[in-house]
């Protein structure tokens, strides 16, 4: 099974999400950014590398959210996904052809891919509890 991370990028109040280039596997859908582990990888360092190479994007990695596991006609998926709290809002895109800031209940507005569909409707779900306001970067 194919291990990747995932961040919940968090900036003032708000959480990101990139949309996959079209042509690419699942090209169009819109996902929270990371990517995949490499051997000998801390889950971690996958997000900090992740984040640098496709987003030029630097901040805190927190505590894990959620696991979702997920199977594609492509193989099988472990997301592990993170709270990130971003140092700012730019982003330099690389691999994604789009971004978008937004409050969980705005998720639901976007086409995502399979794998984080349960992790956005948890986000939406427990909003109130204010974990999103609290991990933002001041």
């Given at each position: 099974?194919?291990?990747v991370?995932?961040g919940?990028?968090?900036?003032?109040?708000?959480i990101?999400?990139?949309?996959?280039?079209?042509?690419?596997?699942?090209?169009?859908?819109?996902e929270?950014?990371?990517?995949?582990?490499?051997?000998?990888?801390?889950?971690?360092?996958?997000?900090?590398?992740?984040?640098?190479?496709?987003?030029?994007?630097?901040?805190?990695?927190?505590?894990?959210?959620?696991?979702?596991?997920?199977?594609?006609?492509?193989?099988?998926?472990?997301?592990?996904?993170?709270?990130?709290?971003?140092?700012?809002?730019?982003?330099?895109?690389?691999e994604?052809?789009?971004?978008?800031?937004?409050?969980?209940?705005?998720?639901?507005d976007?086409?995502?891919?399979?794998?984080?569909?349960?992790?956005?409707?948890?986000?939406?779900?427990?909003?109130?509890?204010?974990?999103?306001?609290r991990?933002?970067?001041k």
């Amino acid at each position: 099974m194919l291990q990747v991370t995932a961040g919940l990028i968090v900036f003032a109040g708000r959480i990101l999400l990139a949309q996959r280039p079209q042509g690419k596997r699942l090209g169009g859908q819109w996902e929270f950014p990371g990517g995949k582990v490499e051997a000998g990888e801390a889950l971690t360092a996958c997000l900090r590398r992740e984040l640098q190479e496709e987003l030029e994007l630097s901040g805190t990695v927190g505590v894990k959210y959620a696991e979702s596991v997920y199977r594609y006609p492509f193989g099988d998926i472990c997301l592990h996904a993170y709270w990130f709290a971003s140092e700012n809002e730019n982003v330099t895109l690389h691999e994604h052809q789009a971004v978008v800031w937004l409050t969980p209940e705005e998720l639901s507005d976007y086409e995502l891919v399979a794998a984080d569909r349960e992790i956005a409707a948890r986000l939406k779900n427990n909003f109130m509890d204010n974990s999103l306001r609290r991990c933002s970067a001041k």
